[in-house]
């Protein structure tokens, strides 16, 4: 093993505490700007992953994903949601049910959680299990964010977050599906998040609000 | 050779309708588009029955169990073309909500739920499944109204949310056939997982683990309770036709994802873990459903629960096996499909004449709408499951299926729930058809094209309860022997 193969190893190892912080952070947050940044900072750690563990692996597909993760995950949906919050001419607070300090003890909690909920795969899964709960941390948080956060926009961003938790899993325990997969799997977030982006503009021209939580004319 | 029509050819269509800006030269494409389809999809068939496994690349593939449900997927989206060319007539001019959306976005939906059948790799049978939801969201937004909008969200987010963790099943299903041997590069390829199934004990736990994920995420599209809570609104809100689509193509194109990875676990660990998930998912679909149609107001929303109900006694059929339990299943589903869209048709029709679907302000339809109140009779018999209509001989053969696997308590769960479901539908329906109204219909006649397409929904439901045609049993025979080889 080379000298940059080691390095690659180590960073990986660490690399879960990053995500971590960025989890806390983005529970932290009062803004949405400020959460859409931390998505970004998050899915360029991901991306280090990547080309770390395709650098291990001697694998070419492995860059390929890396820019395309890097292209999409990192740079366009972000732009795309920021563009959102300009044009929405709207409040951006992410005006939460919980308040930011609970938030943190809460996401504090959910990664606790999710150490002790992978132990019993780490076996079967293979990969470290530091990776594999930071993976089910944010599947967690951003089903928490989806759940306690009232605006429409900030469950997009829950739900980019649990993406890339369930893609943080399938890099840590496969190294990566075929490239046509994972070609089509992107594509598809980029395609769901503009969709998502065009009926957040839809339900405030309808509602004159973004407040997700005071949809409820459907029940029953 | 000949897959590539049926999956090209909306897409094409789609691209035709949207270059076109005349209303009138959209709905003749579109019809056109639509004739061909199903032509395309008849060959493709035929072929298949002919020559077995159809392969194109590496990535598509057809089975008997494709051609079975690409067969209902060909006559109920014809049917709907043609039903919709005389209910969109009105359509108010909006952003996204114009006849070239509509079908523009028909036509995508339609190719991507082709393309979920065709697929061959796992991988992208998910990665189409997730973009069915995309093509369809707009459509359940499509009046824009506050209804329509929330409907369509909520839709949009909660199967995102779904899919997505089929999608960390599909990657556990993946990890589970690399580790058992297979070729990181075929590890996803179905045909490939299926003859190498039985070298994947080992990955015991990890299969079991897959296909709870997968069972939650494609169950969220299939509507399974408690997953179920985009399915009444997006039904309910979204224009009839595309109801009768999300109801009788969509449900079942997720139920055919699930089929396929229940056949792989049950080839690789017994069938008990699968079946019996299967089981729970199936039975409480069909008691929560049952009742909650009861106290429905909205007669899609009414509608929209009884595709919950039904798409439980899928998952039951399934979940007993064996010849009869899946025989039961894949008859089931092609009934339930047309008997479905006779009634979403036939709400159409009624929000046409009176302008609402509160049932209790629909009076006297036997009287008034001598059609649709036929209409809706006939349809209300065959979905409750009533002789001579095909779900009749569908629902027996599930129930002989519990009851000689020895599941009573299931076969009582299903009949308590099919007589539930038979008082609920007689209940509402008799209170639309009796009485008198006082607002006059606007339009008593039926179109002559609705006329038809209703009439070929209603001839296909006789047809299937008193006699399963030889060409459409050897389809049958072909789907159950993809699946128990």
Redo the contacts between chains.
């Keep these: 093993m080379g000298l940059f193969e080691t390095a690659a190893a180590k960073a990986l190892a660490s690399s879960g505490v990053f995500l971590f912080m960025t989890v806390l952070l983005i529970a932290a947050a009062k803004r949405i700007s400020t959460c859409i940044a931390l998505f970004s900072v998050q899915s360029l750690i991901i991306t280090a992953q990547i080309i770390a563990v395709s650098r291990m692996h001697h694998s070419t597909e492995g860059f390929v994903i890396a820019g395309l993760v890097l292209s999409v995950k990192v740079i366009a949906i972000p732009y795309v949601l920021y563009r959102i919050v300009e044009e929405l001419k709207a409040p951006r607070d992410v005006s939460s049910s919980t308040s930011s300090s609970q938030s943190v003890f809460i996401a504090a909690g959910l990664i606790l959680l999710s150490f002790f909920a992978v132990r019993p795969y780490v076996g079967v899964l293979g990969g470290d299990q530091a990776m594999l709960a930071a993976a089910v941390a944010l599947v967690l948080t951003g089903g928490f964010l989806m759940v306690s956060r009232k605006k429409a926009l900030m469950q997009v961003v829950g739900l980019l977050v649990l993406d890339n938790g369930i893609f943080l899993a399938a890099l840590t325990t496969t190294f990566g599906m075929p490239l046509v997969i994972e070609i089509g799997i992107v594509f598809d977030l980029l395609m769901g998040v503009f969709l998502m982006g065009l009926f957040v503009f839809r339900i405030r021209d309808t509602f004159d609000h973004l407040d997700v939580s005071k949809l409820r004319r459907l029940r029953g | 050779m000949v897959l590539l029509f049926p999956l090209f050819l909306p897409l094409a269509g789609a691209l035709l309708v949207f270059l076109c800006r005349n209303p009138r030269v959209v709905v003749r494409v579109a019809l056109t588009a639509g004739t061909l389809e199903l032509a395309a999809i008849g060959i493709a068939v035929y072929s298949i029955h002919s020559w077995g496994v159809l392969q194109v690349g590496r ?1 598509l593939c057809a089975d008997g169990l494709t051609s079975f449900f690409l067969i209902s997927l060909g006559l109920i989206s014809a049917l709907v073309l043609v039903y919709s060319s005389g209910y969109l007539r009105h359509v108010p001019e909006g952003r ?1 909500s114009s006849l070239r959306w509509f079908y523009g976005l028909v036509f995508l939906f339609l190719f991507t739920m082709v393309a979920v059948y065709l697929s061959a ?1 796992l ?2 049978m ?2 189409f499944v ?2 069915t ?2 093509a369809s ?2 459509l359940v ?1 499509f009046y ?4 329509a ?6 839709y ?2 909660v199967c ?2 779904g899919i ?2 089929a ?2 099943g599909t ?2 299903f ?2 589970a056939a ?1 580790k058992g041997g297979v070729s ?2 075929s590890a ?1 390829d179905w045909g490939t997982l299926m003859a190498a199934a039985p070298g994947l004990v080992g ?1 015991r ?2 299969l079991k ?1 897959a296909f709870v994920f997968v069972a939650v995420g494609y169950g969220t599209k299939v509507g399974f309770v408690p997953m179920h809570s985009w399915l ?2 997006a039904h ?2 979204a224009p009839s036709p595309i109801s009768a689509l999300l109801s009788a193509v969509l449900l079942n194109c997720a139920m055919y994802a699930l089929l396929r990875f229940d056949a792989i676990t049950s080839r690789a660990i017994g069938s008990g873990f699968s079946h019996t998930l299967l089981l729970i998912f199936g039975g409480v679909s069909l008691a929560v459903a049952s009742l ?1 149609m009861i ?2 107001r909205d007669l899609k929303r009414l509608l929209a629960y009884s595709s919950i109900e039904h798409m439980g006694i899928v998952a039951i059929g399934i979940g007993l096996g064996g010849t009869l339990g899946l025989l039961g299943a894949l008859l089931h589903t092609f009934n339930h499909s047309i008997a479905k869209t006779l009634l979403f048709f036939t709400a159409g029709n009624v929000r046409e004449n009176f302008g609402t679907l509160r049932m209790e302000r629909i009076r006297g339809m036997a009287l008034s709408l001598p059609w649709a109140g036929g209409a809706l009779i006939v349809g209300g018999l065959a979905i409750t499951g009533m002789p001579p209509f095909g779900l009749f001989v569908s629902e027996l053969v599930i129930l002989t299926a519990a009851f000689s696997t020895a599941h009573y308590f299931i076969a009582v769960l299903m009949l308590a729930a099919i007589s539930v479901v038979f008082g609920a539908l007689l209940h509402h329906f008799q209170h639309m058809l009796m009485g008198k109204s006082d607002d006059v219909p606007a339009q008593p006649a039926l179109q002559a094209s609705w006329l038809v397409v209703m009439g070929v929904c209603a001839l296909c439901l006789v047809v299937l309860g008193v006699h399963i045609p030889a060409a459409f049993k050897a389809v049958l025979r072909g789907a159950m022997a993809v699946l128990q080889p």
């Design positions: 990535y996204f790799n991988g992208m998910w990665i997730e973009a939801t995309l969201a707009l937004g824009n109204t506050e209804g909008v929330e409907a369509g969200w909520k949009l987010i995102t949310v997505a963790f999608l960390f990657i556990a993946y990890l690399v990181p590069q996803l990955g736990e990890l683990l009444p609104d309910a809100e909650l106290v429905q």
